[in-house]
């Protein structure tokens, strides 16, 4: 029996203010020596992302699951080719709704591959079908991906002090995604690698890895704390 597809709903989060216009083009850089992430660089659309999305905690189950495919899309690349894409990945895979995604077949597989808004690569294309199917297993079993997910958080005591890029530059994973990644692979999951998990945990809030002296660490430290872990 088919799985019903159940409603689109808003995302998760609140209203995220809007982009700046000339989405993409470049901005004044932080000063030389000026403390916070250096990563977004000058890009709108990069800073934008680092301000109002990443680290920000998520417990939507689209958004994660989006997420964590997009990060499989990522894989060999840089994370500002998939966000300037993004928009076409959402339309692509009719805006990653795992119980429409796991219907996929091969005429969605060769419509995909010939879509040039997107990465046009068969394996990752695949996985994310492939995932969307184990996705929703997951759900029944834990009752959310969400409430699976946020189980992979980290203990405060393991996360460091004080986090300056040099320490983050050195942290591509972490026990944590390590073990995340192996439990995912377990459940037949793929394009799940420690470092695509920690990437994942990263932008979905699980850690905060924003720098100290980032203008946004504060604000993501008092979501967290206010933030009600799902179960």
Not at 34 to 43: K, Y
Not at 99 to 119: H, K, S, W, Y
Not at 202 to 220: F, K, P, S, T, Y
Request: with cysteine; proline share 10%.
């Amino acid at each position: 029996m088919k799985r019903p597809v159940p409603p689109k709903r808003p995302r998760e989060g609140g209203p995220v203010p809007p982009k700046p216009p000339g989405e993409g083009g470049p901005v004044p850089p932080k000063p030389p020596g000026e403390g916070g992430c250096s990563w977004p660089g000058a890009d709108e659309l990069y800073i934008h992302y680092h301000d109002h999305e990443w680290g920000r905690p998520v417990t939507d189950d689209q958004r994660l699951f989006e997420k964590i495919c997009l990060e499989g899309f990522q894989s060999g690349l840089s994370w500002i080719t998939i966000l300037r894409k993004r928009e076409h990945f959402r339309r692509a895979f009719k805006d990653f709704e795992p119980a429409v995604v796991a219907r996929f077949g091969a005429r969605d597989v060769r419509r995909l591959l010939n879509d040039a808004g997107i990465v046009r690569h068969r394996g990752k294309i695949e996985s994310t079908i492939n995932n969307a199917k184990r996705a929703l297993e997951l759900a029944d079993e834990k009752g959310s991906l969400a409430a699976y997910f946020w189980s992979w958080e980290p203990p405060a005591a393991t996360r460091p002090r004080r986090l300056t890029r040099a320490k983050l530059m050195k942290m591509s994973t972490t026990a944590q995604s390590i073990a995340l990644s192996k439990d995912l692979k377990g459940r037949g999951w793929t394009f799940v690698g420690p470092t695509t998990c920690y990437a994942f945990m990263q932008a979905m809030g699980l850690v905060n890895d924003h720098v100290d002296g980032c203008d946004v660490r504060d604000e993501i430290d008092r979501a967290r704390a206010k933030f009600a872990r799902p179960r």
